[in-house]
């Protein structure tokens, strides 16, 4: 059975860091690619890293770029977000998502049941 | 960044009839479009990939279509479990965006 279990969200000032975790299970984890997506409150949803099978290659939205950063642990079927320099526009329900076996901008076929991160003083 | 404008914000609808859902790209993404659903509390789903390929499980009753800059999402015959708020997405350019959302409502 295909799972994606997000961790780590919470309430966190202003400023401060905090890490998600994203645990998979059900599939060969270490040849697919990952996504993390969010979506603020009442919002759509906006795209936020991608990284590749091998953990080599690592893309980020405008909007998280050089404060987040996305990384893996094949042997812990795990990714995870790095999240720096937390803003209030940072509230979100953080979701991951497999990607693709082919191609790192592919796949969001399997997705999370997300885990909320608030920032607020 | 490549923008997704999806149309009409809001489509009320009836069971049984026909929904056509509209995504026009600010620039061409070529085939590289798909379609998600989404309902409250839910994480998203994916129903279509590269312009009209259904994902695993979908019901033929949702098709995609289109190129270049401008597609379609097409439920032929909405059932009760396909109102739901409904996002394109592109992957042709980094970074990876996605449309605001189209809501289909129940009339």
């Known amino acids: 059975q295909l799972r994606l279990v997000e961790s780590g969200g919470g309430v966190v000032l202003p400023g401060r860091s905090l890490r998600l975790s994203c645990a998979a299970s059900g599939f060969s984890f270490n040849i697919f690619s990952m996504h993390w997506v969010r979506q603020a409150p009442g919002r759509g949803l906006e795209w936020v890293a991608v990284i590749s099978y091998d953990g080599d290659k690592e893309y980020y939205g405008d909007s998280v770029r050089g404060r987040f950063t996305i990384s893996r642990d094949n042997s812990k079927n795990t990714i995870y977000l790095q999240m720096n320099s937390l803003r209030g526009e940072d509230t979100a329900v953080y979701y991951c998502?497999?990607?693709?076996?082919?191609?790192?901008?592919?796949?969001?076929?399997?997705w999370g049941q997300g885990t909320t991160v608030t920032v607020s003083s | 960044e490549i923008v997704l404008t999806q149309s009409p914000a809001t489509l009320s609808l009836s069971p049984g009839e026909r929904a056509t859902l509209s995504c026009r790209a600010s620039e061409s993404v070529s085939s590289y479009l798909a379609w998600f659903q989404q309902k409250p509390g839910q994480a998203p789903r994916l129903l279509i990939y590269d312009v009209y390929n259904r994902a695993t499980g979908i019901p033929a009753r949702f098709s995609g279509s289109g190129s270049r800059t401008d597609f379609t999402l097409t439920i032929s015959s909405l059932e009760p479990e396909d109102f739901a708020v409904y996002y394109c997405?592109?992957?042709?350019?980094?970074?990876?965006?996605f449309g605001g959302g189209t809501k289909v409502e129940i009339k």
């Open positions: 997405q592109q992957r042709y350019i980094w970074p990876l965006t």
């Open positions: 998502s497999r990607g693709s076996d082919r191609s790192l901008s592919d796949g969001m076929d399997v």
